[in-house]
Every structure is written in structure tokens, then in C-alpha cells.
């Protein structure tokens, strides 16, 4: 079994590191960087953080206001307050006037989990990936995620990081590298493609055990990036695959299913499914419940697969 | 500076407004006029800037919260020679570098993209969080509308600046008691502005926005207080120098027409 990391916990530690080689970085939060993680820089760099209160909105401004001061500015809340509450302030004062900010946002769809439908944020992505400019990641596991915190500290301006609360499997080798808009084949195959970002990576994974056992070998492509898309990767499985399954913990509305169904349909249409909550609000559950009830498990993925008959 | 020269560079900056606002067709003169002396006094006697290097070390910086005042600004940025004064009749024009409200990307001297109200004074609260952590000795002045102190992201930014102690910050609220729908305390009563500042831990001057001799006096204060923020309430008229647009809230954001532009220029002392 797989070690298992919350990417939150990955975020607290690729900031320490980031703290240590950029005396530039400052790190903002709104009263929770406890649960997301940016505790870990506080104890370390007082003098680099700043704590905004219960006010995502002057947060999200203030973060603005550093930017353009020179500083490369980290602003942490839960996904629903960062994106959600904020949005406005993000869109005119980060993304207009292209602020080096980087929004990490935890707690991030419906594995919150016991806190319910007010917490479990299923439109982040469909927000951010609206605004122009604004680039939108979304790391599958530890690995993955405190590599591209450090290539978007790296970036000049502002990107929008997805991070979960709940532990999830370890995927990659340590040390593997990754860069913004480059997605990652996981798994070689051809009988049809398994486009997966974020904690369903290690969904999409398991269902291409299920299927293999029924002799039907998957791609899968891990879309770490959701802007700007690997349009050449969906369009290779579009072709080559003939057909695509999305896996993301988010609404079928606006995200990585809408992403590649308009990277496809001009240029290589095929049969696109797309796994995620289907249009509705969650409510409270363990994560795993959770899952199980929106249609979101590995057999879930698997079933979708089958149900396309792309061989 | 002398106050009379400044009277003079604010009666010129008036005249910019009208011609910007006349030939965009658009825009808000109201709100401009009642900022321009404030504006000018800012960036002709008390700001350290550079027209020549406008990203320069340890200038101060202006951020122009209520962004809609876009006119008064373009021109002092003009006047003061951070672009040809000529170009101030391509306001809003496609294509243009002054766009309606002030864009950061397109034109220098424009220290933060402003134009969604309650948002500039946020921006300037983290500019100055900034200069603080660099030890870098310029100020952060921003100005708001009075209207805009409704947004409620105002006082998130200004309970953050009082608990922070952010003595290299001076807001001014430009005070003409009328937005859109008319006068705020029919919209949605603001007062009383300085106390609301108070208590969350602001020095609180309140001027004459008019008087250049109050206006200087009162930043000269701004910087001497040590340890809080202050916020300058500028008692203001919406629409001043031009007799019709006076007190009028039907001229915050529209343009007038040829033969009304032509009067406001001549009470301004100019030529259309």
C-alpha cells in the first residue's frame, strides 16, 4: 500500500523549502494556516507572513498589492473562500493587471467531507479557469504537488493551485519532474483514455487494474495542468484512443471534462464521458461515502469506459 | 509649491477632464473634479515621483481606488510629464492606454489596476505591508469615493491596516456626499466617515478638499504620525468649477455635450 499525503500537507512543506531559497516569497492566510498548511512558513519566516483575518476578499487584495511590489505572494484559504468569496478581487486585482500571486487553495471538492455541501468547492476550477491568463494546476499527489508549488513560484504571475484536505496515495517516483501545461502519461494503452487530474488520478489507476483484468488496456493521462491544457496529449488520445473518460473531483460544469471536450470537438471529435459531481450540492460524509455516492469511485471510472465501447 | 501655482495646475487639470471626458463621450467628470485639487496637490507638491523613471526605488505611489476617476488622474499624469498631454483625448478610445478605468499594464505611472470599487484601499494596504518589509521609504496614498466606503472590503482593509499599524499608508476620501442614485445618505448612509476610521485605529484628519493650504497641511500630519494609518476626510463638491455640474449627482458619469463642454471650459478659463 502506498504511502498517503494530503497535498495540502505537501503545500506547508514545499513552502518552508521556497521560504529558504527566495527571501521574495510572502505568504498570506485567512485564519486557517493550521488546516492549510502555511503554519509551516509562519513558524519559520513571522516576518514573511502576514495573517488577513476571516476576510478572503482583503486577502486576495492585499496579495495584489505585495505582487506589484516585487514580492511573489502565496494566498492560502479553503478552495470555496479563495475562488468563491474572492473571485471578483482575483479577477481584477490579480488576473487584470497579471499579479504574481499564487492562490493555493485547500479543502478543495467533495472529499472535505464531513463539513458538508457549504464547504466542499466543486466550482474552482470552472471559475478560475475562466479568468484570462490565470494558470490552473491541480497535483494528483505529494510528488506532483510540491514540484509544481515550486514551478509555480517559479512563473511569473498568477496561478491558481487546487489542493485536497484529505491524505491520498503517493503516485510518483520521488523526485519526478513536471512543468506547467505538460500533462503526464501515466500508463501506455489504446483501447481508450482515462484523462484524470487531481486525488482521481489514483482513481483512474485503479480502474485500469479493473479493466485490465478484462482485457481492455486504458491510457491514462494525468492532467495536473487544467490551464493552459496539453491540447496536443488530448488530441493524441482523441485520435489514438478513440475515446475519453474525464476524471475530476469537481462539477461536470466548467472543468477538466468541459477543458477536453473543447480541446476535442473542433479539431479530433470523439466520445467524451466525464466523471464528477453531475450538477448538484454535496452534503456531509466520510470522503470515500462521498465518492461512492457521486459516482466518482474506480469502478465508477471503469464502468464508464466499458459503457463507450471505443474497441 | 506655492498653493497659488497649484490653484493654477488644478484649473488646467480641470480643463483636461472636460476635454477627455467630452471627446471619450463618456465617463465621469463629477467625481474627477471633486478629486482634482486633492490629485493635484498629490502629484504636484507632495509625492515623490519620477516622470522619467516612473518605476524608480523608494517613490511613493497613488492608488486610485475610486478608479472611475480615471480623467482627474490621466491628467495629472499628463501635466506632470508622464505622457504627452495630447494623448489625454484618446480616453476610452480603442486602442488607447487610458482605458475607462486605470489599467497597471498599459500605462506607466499607474501604480495599480483599479475601476471595481473597495478594492484599490486593499491593494494599498499590501503595497504598503511591502515597503515596510523592504524598509523602502515611500508612501502609499490611495483615494476612495465616499459611495464606495459601502463596499464592505473597505473596512476588511482598514481594520487590516489599523491592526498592522501602517503609518507608511494615507488614505483620502474624497467626500462629495453624492454617488449614481443620489445622495448617500439616501442610498446608504456613510457617516460619520472618521469615526468609522477611528475605531479601527486610524489618524483621522478632515480638511476642506478645496484649500490647497489644509490639503498639504494635513499630509504633512499624515506623515508625521507614527504607529496608525490616517485616512484624510475631504469635505468635497462633486462636479467643482463647473457651475451646472455642481452638487449634481447627473454628472458622475456623463459626458457633456459640445455646447456644454464649451461652457464648462470657459468657466474654466480654457479653450474646447
Redesign the interface.
Known sequence: MAEKIATRASYGKALVELGAENPDI?VLDADLSGSTQTKKFADVYP??F?N??I?E??M????????????TVFASSFAMFASGRAY??IR??IG???ANVKICASHAGVTVGEDGASHQCIEDLSLMRGIPGMVVLNPADDVSARALIKAAAAYKGPVYVRLGRAAVPVVYEEGTAFEIGKAKRVKEGKDACIIATGIMLDKAMQAADILAAEGIEVRIVDMHTIKPLDKEEVLAAAKECGCIVTAEEHSVIGGLGSAVAEAVCGEAPCKVKMIGVQDVFGQSGKPDELLKLYGMTAEDIAEAVRSMKCK | METVQLQKIAQTVRQDIIREVYHAGSGHPGGSLSAADLMTALYFSEMNVDPADPAKKGRDRF?LSKGHAAPALYACLAERGFFPVSKLVTLRKLGSSLQGHP???LLPGV???T??L??G???????????R??NDPGRIYTMLGDGELQE??VW??A??AG??KLDNLCAIVDHNGLQIDGRNEDVMNVMPIGEKFAVFGWNVLEIDGHDFEQILDAFDMAKKCKGMPTVIVAETVKGKGVSFMENNAGWHGKAPNEEQAKQAMAELGGEL
Not at chain 1, 486576495?60 to 514580492?71: C, E, H, I, P, Y
Not at chain 2, 484601499?121 to 515597503?131: E, K, N, R, T, Y
Open positions: 510572502v516576518d514573511r502576514f488577513a483575518g476576510a476578499a482583503n486576495m487584495g492585499m496579495a495584489a498589492g505585495l505582487a506589484v511590489s516585487g514580492k471578483e478581487i481584477n486585482s487584470y493587471p497579471q | 492608488v489599467s497597471m499594464t501604480e495599480m489596476s475601476g471595481s473597495g478594492q484601499i486593499s491593494a494599498a494596504v499590501g503595497m504598503a505591508l511591502a515597503g518589509l523592504d464592505g472590503m476588511e482593509a481594520m487590516a491592526h498592522y
